[in-house]
């Protein structure tokens, strides 16, 4: 059978990384807000990693991620959202979930072509 | 389902708060009397983050709060509003501030429809899985 898991984590954890970043856009104006992020997020960590021996070590688990607070204040308000820094993520979230959107489609696609539906 | 585009229409919202407080002060730059009577006050806009315990709801708050600052006087004893000592009591706006508290206003506003509008597009591409 066919296993969308892997991708379908991928989307999700793209879709919580837009969220986090809406939230930044959101409060670019609210004092003492701190920029969140999600660590461990990224196409670096979309393969698994192949081992040859069990006693080798892991990878990192691309399912677990964490969202962390960026306690460094760069404006005078204790604000730390950079908004240039912000959109290029949004753009850069946006190209990755388009990506991981057109191999879901593709291997759904593959899937039909398999059973033989149109 | 889309609240994604809630975090940054509670932003949009906000920051059309603070547009409407800066309007109203700069409408209000020269108002000696105010509703009650009383000098016209500085209104300003404090953003607060908001969120939930379950994370689900995000986003931003703006509430109204008014400066209470010495008035700005000026020395008018033929103004009907004069004071006991001839002087007319004035709001101590200062224009420079409202306009740049303007741009910020505006620039945030910006952003967050730029954003709402990039999240659209996902969501409309995501609606197109196995098409």
Redesign the interface.
């Known amino acids: 059978m066919y296993d969308f898991s892997n991708i379908l984590t991928k ?1 999700d954890t793209s ?1 919580e990384n ?2 986090i ?3 930044n ?7 003492n ?1 701190k920029k969140k992020y999600l660590s461990n997020n990224g196409f670096e960590n979309v393969l698994k990693m192949k081992k040859d021996y069990s006693n080798h070590l892991d990878g990192i688990n691309e399912n677990s991620y964490t ?1 962390k607070e960026d306690s460094r204040a760069v404006r005078e308000d204790g604000n730390s959202v950079d ?1 240039n820094q ?2 290029s993520d ?2 850069k979230n ?1 190209l990755q ?2 990506s991981f ?1 057109r191999i ?2 593709k291997d ?1 696609s593959l899937a039909k072509s398999v059973i033989g539906s149109k | 389902m889309f609240n994604i585009i809630d975090i940054n229409a509670s932003s949009i919202a906000a920051h059309k708060e603070y547009l409407s407080a800066i309007s109203n002060n700069i409408a209000n730059i020269n108002t000696s009397v105010g509703i009650n009577g009383n000098t016209y006050k500085r209104q300003a806009v404090v953003f607060s983050e908001f969120r939930d315990k379950m994370n689900k709801n995000l986003g931003v708050k703006a509430s109204l709060v008014k400066e209470n600052k010495n008035d700005r006087l000026v020395y008018d004893p033929a103004n009907p509003v004069a004071d006991a000592n001839g002087n007319v009591h004035y709001p101590d706006i200062d224009m420079a501030q409202e306009m740049t508290d303007l741009i910020t206003a505006q620039r945030g506003y910006e952003a967050n429809l730029s954003t709402i509008n990039v999240v659209k597009d996902i969501y409309k591409q995501t609606l197109d899985i196995g098409r």
């Open positions: 989307l879709m837009l969220k970043i809406s939230d856009i959101a409060n670019v104006n609210t004092p807000y969202i908004i912000e959109i949004l753009t946006n979930y388009v959107l879901f489609n759904i």
